[in-house]
């Protein structure tokens, strides 16, 4: 369900769902997305946040209070960290910023509908012992807490949103610095590289690995051996 109240934003996402194979109920309002919820079940729910009436965020309060445990991506061009953190915390389960890549919006989607059918639907995302929680912004690995900048996190949670997968350059300079040129710069490299010393990974079992040539995968250790 995508309940948005520009008609044009509306069609252009239904089209992007629509042809990577999800079937669309599209809606203006939060009104009709709740009177219509009480006749159809759905998978997961794309929700803007400035809708006209009850707002994007009073919608998913209202659904937690019926106790509909649906997965719920927020888009919003709100997107300074107090922004994120209210939609996550009012019941969101995740929070995309406008404007926003369908690629990006396709797989934060396709991830939360693999994560509800797996039975793991969680607001943290965990890779090993490493582990981020989507609301509090915080990184843990083995119980320790971790200290990352907001790039060094956002850098971390589009690793681990797909993990086990190849991360191209492009994708993180996309996502991450929101380039859609390469700038001929080692900011990839940098950053990369505080982030395997902030996440404390030892070079002979390592979560983050390099692909020569074409970017960066995480995923448990080869062997399923653990650091120590």
């Known amino acids: 369900m995508v ?7 509306a069609t252009l996402l239904e089209d992007g769902l629509v042809a990577s194979g999800h ?5 203006a309002s939060a009104e009709d997305a709740l009177e219509r919820l009480d006749q159809v079940a759905v998978d997961a729910m794309i929700v803007d946040r400035m809708l006209p009436g009850l707002d994007g965020l009073a919608l998913i309060a209202s659904l937690r209070a019926r106790g509909l445990r649906l997965p719920v991506l927020i888009l919003s061009a709100l997107g300074q960290v107090d922004d994120r953190v209210a939609g996550l915390r009012a019941g969101g389960d995740d929070y995309l910023v406008k404007p926003y890549h369908l690629s990006e919006l396709l797989a934060r989607i396709d991830a939360l509908c693999r994560r509800v059918a797996d039975g793991a639907f969680s607001p943290r995302l965990a890779v090993a012992d490493l582990e981020i929680d989507l609301v509090t912004r915080e990184a843990r690995r083995g119980g320790r807490s971790i200290e990352l900048t907001p ?3 956002r850098l971390l949670e589009c690793l681990m949103r797909a993990a086990g997968q190849v991360v191209t350059r492009r994708m993180l300079l996309e996502q991450v610095w929101g380039y859609h040129f390469d700038p001929q710069t080692n900011v990839i490299d940098v950053h990369v590289s505080r982030l395997r010393q902030a996440i404390g990974d030892d070079k002979h079992a390592p979560l983050l690995t390099t692909v020569r040539g ?3 995968v995480i ?8 650091p120590h």
């Open 3 to 9: 309940v948005e109240d520009d008609r044009e934003a």
């Open 23 to 27: 079937e669309v109920i599209a809606l």
């Open 151 to 153: 790039r060094e996190f």
């Open 214 to 216: 074409t970017g960066y």
């Open 219 to 226: 995923a448990p250790p080869v062997g399923g051996r653990e």
